[in-house]
């Protein structure tokens, strides 16, 4: 079975302070790790794709990694719109079925 | 125009009651989900959908059914809503890639529903 782990639960973070959030995984020949970002009361909104071991990712101030076992998503000098909870998900060698993470709520301070 | 639109966005049901949330997508994918999400416990696969005449059970489906009425919709039935359904929907779509896999999904914006 599928499973994912993100650490911290939650992050609280000043404006300008850089930092990491993990997600661990293990998973029976990935197929895809995804992260999301979701703002209180909305549906998730996709960030990225990794497919294989050392592949990285960037977007604005978020740089996604990923390794055989865990991914990173890094946050250089967040600001106060970067406040969300982001999710990990990973697909498996089912090749249709999700398993997401519970998710970091990122606060960052002004 | 959102490229994934449910209704309704909230809803107050009583116990017993039969509802249906819907989802409709403009993006053209082939598949669509159906997820609740609750506090604490992260995004659960519900039912999910390959094309119009076939359709999946998740890992949650007691209590729920869906219909594949087009390729463009999906919707999900409540047949005699309980509490413990009380949770936030998410209808999500993905595409087939060139490698014959799913790309990633994209999500709507949720249904927020309350069984009392």
């Known amino acids: 079975e599928d499973q994912v782990t993100q650490s911290p639960e939650a992050l609280r973070l000043q404006e300008g302070e850089s930092s990491s959030l993990n997600c661990s995984y293990t998973?029976?020949?990935?197929?895809?790790l995804f992260w999301y970002r979701q703002d209180p009361g909305k549906g998730p909104e996709f960030l990225f794709t990794l497919y294989s071991a050392g592949e990285e990712k960037e977007k604005e101030r978020l740089k996604a990694t990923l390794t055989k076992k865990e991914s990173f998503l890094h946050i250089t000098a967040p600001k106060p719109e970067d406040s969300a909870t982001y999710l990990c998900a990973v697909r498996g060698g089912s090749n249709y079925k999700l398993t997401f993470g519970k998710g970091t709520l990122l606060t960052v301070n002004p | 125009d959102a490229d994934v639109t449910q209704t309704p966005r909230n809803r107050i049901t009583k116990t017993g009651k039969r509802i249906m949330l819907e989802c409709s997508q403009t993006k053209g994918h082939d598949r669509m989900y159906w997820y609740r999400q609750d506090p604490g416990l992260g995004l659960q696969l519900i039912y999910y959908s390959f094309d119009v005449k076939d359709i999946n059970k998740g890992e949650i489906s007691d209590g729920y059914s869906v219909s594949r009425q087009a390729q463009a919709k999906f919707s999900l039935s409540l047949e005699s809503a309980i509490p413990n359904q009380t949770a936030l929907y998410f209808c999500a779509t993905s595409d087939r890639n060139s490698g014959g896999g799913y790309n990633e999904q994209f999500f709507g914006p949720g249904t927020r529903l309350t069984v009392l």
């Open positions: 998973v029976s020949g990935l197929r895809g």
